[in-house]
């Protein structure tokens, strides 16, 4: 029997892999707990609710926050994602 590993990757190591090549720009893939997933692609009907899911939040939540659609999020367990929604506290701009 042969002794097998899964190495996890870095968001950095992620990010290197796009740059040379080996992950093509566009390809539907996210990083997940330092895993590569493939992402099913969109189709008509999921495009259609998530653009009228954006439309309700967006009302919903007003000057609050803002809701985001498919826009990659890095968080620090070595996560690269693009999920279908995701709403964003605002910062302030006011810095005294």
Same mark, same amino acid.
């Given at each position: 029997?042969?002794?097998?590993?899964?190495?996890?990757?870095?968001?950095?190591?992620?990010?290197?892999?796009?740059?040379?090549?080996?992950?093509?720009?566009?390809?539907?893939v996210e990083l997940i707990l330092g895993q590569i997933f493939?992402?099913? $692609?969109?189709?008509?009907?999921?495009?259609?609710? %998530?653009?009228?899911?954006?439309? =309700? @939040?967006?009302?919903? +939540?007003?000057?609050? $926050?803002?809701?985001?659609?498919?826009?990659?999020? %890095?968080?620090?367990?070595?996560? =690269? @994602?693009?999920?279908? +929604?995701?709403?964003?506290?605002?910062?302030?701009?006011?810095?005294?």
């Open positions: 029997m042969v002794n097998t590993q899964i190495r996890s990757l870095t968001s950095t190591e992620y990010y290197q892999m796009i740059e040379s090549g080996i992950i093509r720009e566009g390809e539907r493939t992402i099913a $692609a969109k189709g008509t009907r999921h495009t259609v609710a %998530t653009t009228r899911l954006i439309t =309700e @939040l967006s009302m919903l +939540i007003q000057r609050r $926050a803002v809701v985001r659609c498919q826009e990659p999020i %890095t968080l620090p367990n070595n996560s =690269e @994602l693009e999920p279908d +929604i995701g709403i964003v506290r605002l910062r302030s701009t006011n810095r005294n």
